[in-house]
């Protein structure tokens, strides 16, 4: 056993520079042996080996949480409103009010939340008050062109969103509007043309009217009116 293992130690040497040779017998038959380096006249190259290196995998960020549609995120916890813009009044729009009523209409991406307050601001000064819904009515506003924008804060005071600022013309009704008022023009009533072949009638003494045809349509058996002519074949 000793022995053997002596003999393997002494071919480790020969078998590490060992290459893969290629030879041709005398009938023309290709073989291929490895044999020592300096014992083949013809050594097979062989091509490089493949490698495989694995893809790194990219460091995957810490994902923020994700918003659903009712504005909360996946933990349950309000992410904010994605839009808050007045549609009333309309921007550049007229309010007719002789009361100085307008009507307030905020639209909220998503709806307004418990607990969240509409606060309102014309011409830059805070309205009295905040809301607790997105319909308002305001009172006691002047005639003129105003300037309109809302602000939506949660129940600890924290601002969590503006709208766009609107702009609308209040209009009262006044005397001097009804009084330029122009009456809307009557069409004139056309008479009665009278039948071609029939007398008028005479107007009636002291002014002109309507004067309707003498004779009318004969009423005798047999008698027909002279302006009517049937058309009919037996």
Not at 2 to 27: E, Q, S, T, W, Y
Not at 77 to 86: H, M, N, P, V
Not at 140 to 160: E, F, N, P
Not at 184 to 197: F, L
């Given at each position: 056993?000793?022995?053997h ?7 480790l040497p020969g ?5 893969i ?22 050594p ?5 080996y ?7 995998i ?7 949480p ?5 504005g909360?995120s ?9 839009s ?8 550049n ?6 009361e100085g009523?307008?009507p ?5 991406e ?9 606060k309102?601001?014309?011409d ?7 809301f607790?819904g ?23 005071g ?19 509007d ?12 056309n ?9 008028v ?14 004779g ?19």
């Amino acid at each position: 056993m000793i022995r053997h293992a002596l003999f393997m130690l002494f071919l480790l040497p020969g078998l590490a520079h060992a290459v893969i040779c290629k030879n041709v017998d005398a009938d023309g038959v290709v073989g291929y042996t490895d044999v020592p380096v300096g014992e083949c006249a013809d050594p097979v190259k062989l091509p490089d080996y493949s490698r495989y290196e694995p893809r790194p995998i990219p460091k995957t960020p810490t994902a923020s949480p994700k918003s659903s549609g009712n504005g909360k995120s996946s933990d349950g916890q309000f992410s904010g409103y994605r839009s808050i813009e007045i549609i009333q009044p309309e921007a550049n729009g007229t309010v007719r009010s002789n009361e100085g009523i307008v009507p307030v209409s905020i639209a909220l991406e998503p709806p307004l939340e418990e607990g969240h307050r509409i606060k309102l601001y014309i011409d830059g000064a805070a309205v009295r008050g905040e809301f607790d819904g997105a319909a308002i009515d305001l009172a006691g506003i002047d005639r003129g062109t105003h300037s309109l924008r809302a602000v939506v804060s949660d129940a600890g005071g924290k601002r969590l969103g503006d709208s766009p600022t609107v702009r609308f013309t209040l209009r009262k009704t006044t005397l001097y509007d009804l009084e330029r008022a122009e009456p809307s023009p009557i069409e004139p009533v056309n008479p009665i043309a009278p039948v071609p072949g029939q007398p008028v009638a005479p107007a009636p003494p002291g002014g002109t009217g309507y004067r309707p045809p003498t004779g009318g349509v004969s009423s005798t058996p047999g008698k027909t009116n002279p302006a009517f002519k049937p058309n009919y074949s037996p």
